[in-house]
């Protein structure tokens, strides 16, 4: 039986199909997701990120994270520790962070695998681009919120899911590696669940804020 890969629910409802995938929503959560008989191994999934030229010298690329590093750097001090979970193979975000006097640690399952940074808590973690890609959606975000601090900021940049008329002609999609979808609905289930502040950045940013 399929299940939410976020809150578990096993209301699932179909939501789209195309030529190589089919496309299922919760009902609880309204997480949608790709059915796990989808998923890419682990050696196909790595190949596919290996095609990826974001490089840190790229100003396009930069600009790119800009839309969620300014925004959050305007709201922590530059004494505050940070973790890029997934941070790719390029690092441009820590990079970036550094020129501004941030110190960002990194975290990536392919490229900077160092689980020692899993035993520490941060005062914010930035996932951009990364959320779509674990299939374990609810593992993730638990092990998040341990690694935070209170009052730290989750900040998370994924296209969001509009509806199933969009998501029919959706690029973001066809993606093999994307498997998991998030709307504001689906944030807003989140934050309601780890008791986060909900805070809208961007038509792809959202920023999570964890309690006192």
């Known amino acids: ?6 809150c578990h629910s096993a209301d699932l409802v ?9 496309y299922q929503q919760c009902q609880q959560c309204a997480l949608v997701s790709v059915p796990a008989e989808f998923y890419l191994s682990p050696e196909a999934e790595k190949a596919e990120y290996d095609k990826h030229e974001n490089h840190p010298q790229d100003l396009g690329y930069q600009q790119f994270l800009d839309r969620t590093l300014a925004p959050l750097l305007a709201r922590v001090s530059p004494s505050a520790a940070g973790l890029d979970f997934g941070c790719g193979e390029g690092k441009a975000l820590s990079l970036m962070a550094q020129t501004r006097g941030y110190r960002v640690e990194n975290y990536d399952l392919y490229y900077a695998n160092h689980p020692e940074l899993l035993t520490r808590q941060y005062d914010f973690i930035t996932l ?17 919120n341990t690694l935070l601090k209170p009052k730290g900021i989750l900040a998370v940049m994924t296209k969001r899911v509009l509806n199933p008329t969009a998501f029919s002609t959706w690029h973001y999609k066809n993606d093999p590696t994307h498997i998991n979808f998030y709307s504001e609905a689906t944030f807003q289930w989140l934050a309601e669940h780890y008791g986060w502040q909900l805070e809208i950045i961007d038509k792809d940013v959202v920023f999570l804020h964890k309690a006192s």
């Open 128 to 144: 951009t681009e990364v959320i779509e890609h674990v299939s374990d959606a609810d593992a993730l975000l638990t092990l998040l």
């Open 14 to 22: 179909a939501y789209h199909q195309d030529k190589r995938r089919r």
């Open 1 to 6: 039986m399929n299940i939410c890969p976020l």
